[in-house]
């Protein structure tokens, strides 16, 4: 068992093609509103079917405020090393430090030649990458004195001026298959990042052992180096292979990654907006689960682990519910109401004597997360509508903007948000493939007025997002078409956070207390 005790990330890797450049940035933008942690692009210069990278990373740093950003990874032989530096550092600065550095050595050499780059022979290309990761690291070392000095086999540096800095330690990751590549990512990178296509069984933990090796000659801790993977695969009712079936199927293969092999950063490559949010709303958080609750302290040795689903089944400390629902603070921008929210029903009180484990909490506290996601993006659409009144950004932008966000998506009939992670967490029982809702119902009958009464409101939420729609479109052609958009969205406002809260307060604890067992 290899695991370095990262911090999970989870994010995705999204073709920069450039027959769509929207549909490209809505992507990025689409997987920071779905809670994914880091955008990344691939870095191919020479084909013209793609968006330049590092112009495209600029623009969608612009666009996001959160998510982290890197070129998965960045082609050495046509991005001189000491400019590259300074790109890096930057669009660091102007991030707010998001952006990390993914480098690779070359590859396609045919197409790098023909693009002005130098051919190389693999061992050139590893020590031209050992000598561009020095000039960097010089560039970015302000505290450093006089100028940046490599008088390499292929980079010459010589007195070049240092900075700027980026606005945190960003971080160098490594794309390496091939034992000197690993040896160089042990000796002298931040992370190890191939892709699983490219691997054969076994490759993970070879692979390991080289950069761990290295690592440690070079006077280095192993944990020092981030083990990062690009994945691909397929959601599916049944399995056929590895990352091709269940969401379940998909927890434990990661977790698996995890424990095993030390990955801590899972990236997937997908251009599929449904495949991202399921990533994102469904494994990434089941997986965070397993693997917290593997290193605890309780948790069993590793030799006797049973399969990654049912780790977490014994061992685990219980106290009192702590999820905090977010409440509703009673403030409404719109003289409309959708609905009479003093006749809402109320759900049985907790028992307060009843006792939960950190998983079961957890599954509560996911309800609240991804409720917090779509607050997140009514607050954009707000900022959207504003960018339209000042004629920063025309309608029908503000529409693919608005059609890409999790609200949008959602079809508001059977509360997804909830069945999505209790159909994760409950992979080996009988309610894996069966809706949240008919499950609650079904456990604890005294919900079902509650139930119904949210399954009503999801379908008024839904017209209520069909009208903002339409006020977007009225805007174009009627005088007032202003005071009926900001009208439709302050609707939209008061409807959402009511019926957030009113959800939170009453499944949060049922979700907790029965969708566990």
């Known amino acids: 068992m290899t695991d370095y005790g990262h911090p999970l990330s989870f994010g995705a890797f999204i073709t920069p093609a450039n027959a769509d450049p929207a549909r490209t940035v809505d992507l990025a933008v689409l997987s920071e ?75 396609f050499w045919d197409a790098i ?147 095993d092999e030390g990955v801590s950063v899972f990236i997937l490559g997908s251009d599929d907006p449904d495949d991202l949010r399921r990533f994102a709303a469904e494994v990434a958080p089941a997986v965070r689960e397993l693997v917290a609750a593997e290193r605890s302290p309780s948790a069993p040795a590793a030799a006797s682990r049973p399969r990654a689903a049912s780790v977490t089944r014994t061992g685990e400390a219980r106290g009192p519910f702590a999820v905090l629902p977010t409440p509703d603070d009673g403030v409404r921008r719109s003289d409309r109401r959708v609905w009479d929210e003093s006749t809402r029903p109320t759900g049985p009180a907790p028992d307060p004597e009843r006792t939960y484990t950190a998983r079961e909490q957890a599954a509560g506290q ?79 009958p005294r919900l079902a007025p509650v139930i119904d009464r949210l399954e009503e409101e999801h379908r008024a939420i839904h017209d209520v997002l069909e009208g903002v729609d339409r006020a977007l479109v009225a805007f174009v052609s009627r005088p007032d078409g202003m005071a009926e958009l900001r009208a439709a969205v302050d609707l939209l406002t008061d409807t959402l956070l009511s019926h957030l809260a009113y959800e939170e307060r009453e499944l949060v604890e049922p979700i907790a207390r029965l969708g566990m067992h």
């Not at 991005?79 to 790109?87: E, H, I, Y």
């Open 33 to 107: 509103q779905v809670g994914l942690d880091l955008v990344s692009f691939q870095d191919h210069p020479y084909q013209p079917a793609f968006l330049d990278t590092w112009t495209l990373l600029s623009y969608v740093a612009a666009r996001t405020q959160r998510v982290r950003l890197a070129a998965n990874v960045t082609n050495l032989p046509l991005r001189p090393p000491a400019v590259l530096a300074r790109s890096v550092a930057s669009l660091d600065l102007l991030s707010g430090g998001r952006v990390e550095l993914g480098l690779g050595a070359g590859g």
């Open 113 to 259: 030649e023909a693009m002005g780059g130098r051919r190389l022979t693999g061992g050139q290309a590893v020590r031209s990458l050992e000598e561009a990761i020095d000039v960097i690291r010089q560039m970015w070392d302000v505290q450093a004195r006089g100028g940046v000095r490599v008088d390499g086999e292929f980079h010459r540096v010589w007195g070049a001026k240092r900075g700027p800095a980026p606005a945190h330690r960003a971080e160098i990751w490594l794309g390496a298959y091939k034992p000197r590549m690993l040896a160089l990512t042990g000796r002298a990178a931040d992370g190890w990042l191939p892709s699983m296509p490219y691997l054969k069984p076994g490759d993970l933990t070879a692979g390991n052992t080289i950069v761990d090796e290295a690592a440690q000659e070079a006077g280095r801790s192993p944990s020092q180096v981030r083990r990062l993977l690009n994945i691909t695969g397929r959601f599916a009712p049944a399995s056929r292979g590895p990352l091709d079936g269940p969401v379940g199927q998909w927890v434990e293969e990661l977790a698996e990654l995890a424990l």
């Open 366 to 444: 996911h309800l609240v997360d991804v409720h917090d996601a779509l607050r997140a993006e009514l607050a954009q659409i707000h900022d959207l509508i504003d960018q339209v009144a000042a004629g920063a950004m025309d309608v029908g932008t503000a529409r693919s903007h608005i059609n890409t966000m999790t609200m949008r998506q959602n079809n508001w009939t059977l509360g997804t948000y909830c069945e999505s992670y209790c159909r994760v967490v409950t992979t080996h029982h009988t309610i894996e493939d069966q809706s949240m809702f008919p499950h609650l119902r079904r456990r604890d």
